[in-house]
């Protein structure tokens, strides 16, 4: 009997293959999300590897900006590796983070600033620099779970740091 | 050891492991006042043992002395929780990586279930030592992971989670919460006959083991996920996704193993009981019990599933099957002296 | 067959051309025997007086019907028929030719004897004996095989090995009905468990010091004729990691070298499967510098991530089952074939990834560290990978259980496979997951019965 049910399991899985899985290739793997929310939705996308590919999609909602993304790179955008997310005139932060890091798989330790004007612009935010004034106690803790953690506290705002297309930053407050 | 005998030591691993498990999968969000709800549901069903050692050390078997009503409240109540404990991995499928291997034109449930159920009945056939000796071996793996755990939160840790604030309630929560997770208490009855070193040693252990489990990750928990407790599906889960050691590289996957292993391990453990009492009910049942078993634990997740039945309904089930011990030691003692 | 008078009575000396010493059987046999003189020429006095009198071997066994006769013939005895005796007298001559004792090819050892097992049954026996001067050393000789009449030693050490475990394992032998026995493989079966069994119950050595550990240790071993190796009952999961030279380095280095081998065990069954698993399903579990190296890679190979390991791992299996079969004046070109021409080319074509490929020999490097264990390891290998490529780490966890539980429940005469692990005894420990020193070990008198169920 259980000889069987083990023949049975593996020659099931071998018609499983590859079934449902894309090849690691296949995939873009998001570095920085530029995002903006005003009438509708839009974001600029820079992935890891080619800067050719960086992709700005548009869509009633984020789910629809996902799905343009995708069929603009011609693969699944896979966001299990973003580093930065930028918030460029964001109607609701703690909404959209929580669906980011709760359905999007955006890792905890992504970093969240403010942008303005970035969705727009070729402007690239490095994480390394964001590192650095972290740790030089220039910019305050902004990994997605202390920003999403003030923003759903009692004072319901995050402080973090804005960028510019200029290449400047400052400290702003988001709620 | 004789046949079919299990030392305190896998006995606690098997019953921790499941408890473990259910803990683990806790859905919603859990602050100071749930956790204390917790532990203390834990300490009254250790106490609630109490009557259970009472009887074992009198040589009372369920299997053997055990009265219908007994075995078939035990036997309901291990087909309940072997279908919670499938409906438990279904919840959490998403949140620890199991594949969408058919992209959700073959529902993926069925497909886990069915494999599961696959593996759980080859673990329940191969008897109560060899699940009770892998328990050991998980166990020790488990440890390990709660180390990597405790380690990676020590930097993250915010005590001033712990504190009890005005809107927190949920202590009576907490309590009929924590009977909801102690479903192992059914086959903690069951296999106490089992155990090859002192009852009251093995009892001891494993309800001080649970006890200390359950408030270290609760600490963990609160402290590291409370910034975001409100939108956390699964906080334990949370809990140790951000709390990695090491910034260059995640150990989810280590976690992810050695949390389908303790399904199995647990879902096979109700197997086990089910298969015992199914053997003490109807003593000519011989073959294919391990697979009644199972057949039974799936049809229980699908109408549980159906019936959207909450954690009251475990609570109240858990509670009641644990006041049964009591009630059998008051009867026998009765019995006692109207015989003398 | 040699016909003669001797003390008045007509004899046959009965022996295999072939398998004798010449001037042995002259000087020990022909001569003293072809000069009996009895005062009453009858066979019976005849051959009392030879056995009794005479001490033509050491060898001299009694030959009471045809089997026995056929039996020892064909084991190099020279048989002495006496016409009207009813019985005739078997002399030990032996003279076939033997390998010589030599290192054993399968269990390199750096610090220890250099001498392994050879063919022939009683020399293997007398290796045991040199080693183990203890009068408790008990070598029982049966004899296995309808047709081959194979010679058999259970060894065991009277004081030390459990009753129940002998009884038990000569039960087990007494049932089997093969007709030849010649290797361990057809013996093992009937002293193990009838379940099926992942990894073998059951050991099996080259080494007569690493058999004497193993009698010190209260277990039993089977030698068998015309087979270089001895079968060890009971085997514990943990022995797999063990050597002899681990007891003759330093306790630090021995502990050291000890978690090298259970991570190399686990590195060659898991590494390729969570490589495929990750990679296809799990990838935010790399880190993104990795990710990327692996994406550049595998962007240029023309088939999935899993097909190249199994291809793989497939490709390296033939050239291994190819180079053990060559013969060794050829083996040297598999080398260049499987290392040059397959591997480079293989990549430089883009066939296969570089970084696949590091997987795959790593895995199988890691793998040569445990090879008693080998065969397991090669098919673990493979269903992981499956597992792996097909449902990710789920699928991992879901073989993982179904070996752990499969080793849990390998069990042979009580002896639990995975002590003293589970069930955990601390006192295992010790040469376990530590080697303590000799001083610390010394007064342990440790027998396998410790761990009996």
């Known amino acids: 009997m259980r000889k069987i049910i083990i023949a049975t399991i593996i020659l099931c899985s071998m018609f499983l293959t590859g079934c449902g899985s894309a090849d690691v290739y296949d995939k873009l793997y998001l570095k920085t999300l530029y995002i903006t929310e005003n009438s509708d939705c839009s974001a600029r996308m820079e992935f890891f590897g080619d800067n050719s590919q960086d992709i700005t999609a548009h869509g009633s909602s984020f789910e629809k900006v996902r799905e343009n993304a995708r069929i603009s790179g011609g693969k699944d955008v896979f966001m299990g590796h973003c580093e930065v997310i930028v918030l460029d005139s964001v109607k609701d932060p703690a909404k959209l983070l929580t669906k980011l890091l709760n359905e999007w798989r955006i890792p905890p330790s992504c970093y969240v600033v403010c942008g303005k004007d970035l969705t727009t612009s070729q402007y690239s935010i490095n994480v390394l620099t964001i590192k650095s004034a972290v740790e030089q106690g220039k910019a305050p803790e902004c990994d997605m779970v202390t920003v999403l953690g003030e923003l759903l506290g009692d004072k319901k705002s995050a402080s973090v740091a804005e960028f510019t297309a200029d290449g400047g930053f400052r400290l702003v407050t988001v709620s | 050891m004789s046949k079919n005998k299990i030392s305190f030591g896998q006995f606690a691993a098997l019953l921790l492991i499941s408890d473990a498990f259910a803990i683990i999968c806790m859905r919603g969000r859990i602050g100071t006042p749930m956790a204390l709800g917790i532990l203390t549901a834990a300490a009254i069903q250790s106490v609630a043992a109490i009557p259970a050692v009472a009887l074992c050390r009198k040589n009372f078997k369920i299997s053997s002395s055990g009265t219908l009503w007994l075995k078939s409240i035990l036997l309901a109540f291990s087909v309940m929780w072997g279908g919670a404990l499938l409906i438990n991995v279904w919840n959490t499928a998403k949140a620890i990586y199991i594949p969408s291997v058919f992209d959700n034109r073959i529902g993926d449930k ?231 | 067959m040699n016909e003669f008078t001797t003390g008045g009575v007509r004899c046959a000396l009965l022996c295999c051309e072939g398998m004798l010493s010449t001037s042995t059987i002259t000087e020990l046999v022909l001569h003293p025997i072809t000069r009996i003189n009895l005062a009453l020429p009858n066979a019976e006095l005849l051959l009392d007086h030879i056995e009794n009198n005479l001490l033509l071997s050491v060898d001299r066994p009694i030959v009471k019907n045809y089997g026995e006769l056929f039996r020892t013939i064909n084991s190099g005895f020279a048989v002495l028929v006496v016409n009207g005796g009813n019985h005739a007298l078997a002399f030990g001559v032996q003279g076939y030719a033997v390998r010589g004792i030599s290192e054993p090819s399968g269990e390199a050892n750096i610090m220890g004897a250099h001498e392994g097992f050879v063919e022939v049954i009683r020399t293997n026996m007398s290796l045991i004996r040199q080693r183990l001067k203890s009068p408790m050393l008990v070598q029982e000789l049966s004899v296995i095989g309808s047709r081959s009449q194979t010679d058999v030693c259970l060894c ?68 068998i004729d015309g087979v270089p190796f001895a079968i060890v009952i009971p085997k514990l999961f943990c022995e797999s990691f063990q050597t002899l030279d681990d007891y003759a380095f330093k306790p630090y280095y021995a502990v050291f070298i000890r978690w090298i081998k259970y991570a190399a065990f686990l590195i060659s069954i898991l590494l390729p499967s969570l490589y495929v698993a990750v990679s296809l399903y799990n990838p935010e579990l790399l880190n993104s510098t990795l990710l990327m190296i692996l994406a550049q890679a595998e962007k240029e190979a023309p088939i999935t991530l899993m097909f190249e390991a199994v291809g793989a791992l497939l490709m390296y299996e033939i050239i291994r089952e190819a180079g053990l079969r060559l013969p060794k004046a050829v083996g040297g070109a598999v080398s260049i074939v499987g290392g040059l021409i397959i591997g480079d080319a293989a990549v430089k074509s883009g066939l296969v990834s570089t970084p696949m490929l590091t997987m795959v020999a790593l895995a199988v490097t890691a793998g040569f560290v445990v090879p008693e264990i080998s065969q397991s390891v090669t098919m673990l290998r493979l269903l992981f990978l499956v597992a792996g490529g097909t449902l990710g780490l789920f699928g991992i966890s879901l073989v993982g259980c179904i070996v752990l539980v499969n080793i849990c429940s390998t069990e042979d005469y009580g002896f639990p496979f995975t002590a003293p692990i589970s069930p955990f005894k601390v006192g295992g420990m010790r040469d376990t997951a530590s080697r303590e020193g000799f001083r610390s070990m010394q007064d342990g008198g440790f027998t396998v019965e410790e761990y009996h169920e």
């Open chain 2, 110 to 340: 069925l497909l886990i279930s069915l494999l599961i159920a696959a593996v759980c009945l080859y673990v329940t056939s191969c008897g109560l030592k060899a699940i009770a000796r892998a328990a050991v071996i998980a166990a020790g793996f488990g440890v390990i992971c709660l180390i990597v755990v405790v380690v990676g939160a020590i930097g993250r840790i915010e005590p001033h989670y712990l504190e009890f604030t005005g809107s927190d309630s949920g202590y009576l929560d907490g309590i009929i919460g924590g009977f909801a997770l102690g479903g192992s208490f059914g086959a903690y009855l069951m296999l106490l006959e089992k155990s090859a070193d002192s009852v009251i040693k093995t009892t001891v252990f494993y309800f001080a083991g649970r006890i200390f489990f359950v408030a270290l990750i609760s600490f963990i928990t609160i402290s590291v996920v409370g910034a975001i407790m409100s939108i956390t599906q699964f906080p334990f889960i949370t809990a140790a996704e951000l709390s990695q050691p090491l910034s260059s590289q995640r150990l989810d996957s280590i976690f992810a193993v050695v949390f389908v292993i303790f399904a199995i391990l647990s879902i096979s453990l109700q197997g086990i009981a089910i298969s015992y009492l199914l053997k003490a009910i109807f003593p000519k049942f011989d073959k294919f019990r391990s697979l009644t078993s199972v057949a039974a634990m799936l049809c229980a997740a699908v109408i549980l599933n159906v019936l959207a039945v909450g954690t009251k309904f475990y609570g109240m089930a858990t509670a009641l099957t644990a006041i049964a011990p009591a009630i059998l030691l008051v009867a026998r003692r009765r019995k006692n002296v109207c015989v003398k």
């Open chain 3, 156 to 223: 065991y050490l009277r004081d030390r090995v459990p009753r129940e475990l002998l009884s038990h394992i000569k039960q087990s032998l007494s049932r089997v009905r093969l007709e030849t026995v010649l290797s361990t493989g057809y013996l093992r079966p009937f002293v193990e468990s009838r379940r099926f069994e992942i990894f073998s119950s059951t050991g099996t050595t080259e080494r007569p010091d690493v058999l004497c550990s193993k009698l010190l240790e209260g277990r039993v071993a089977v030698l």
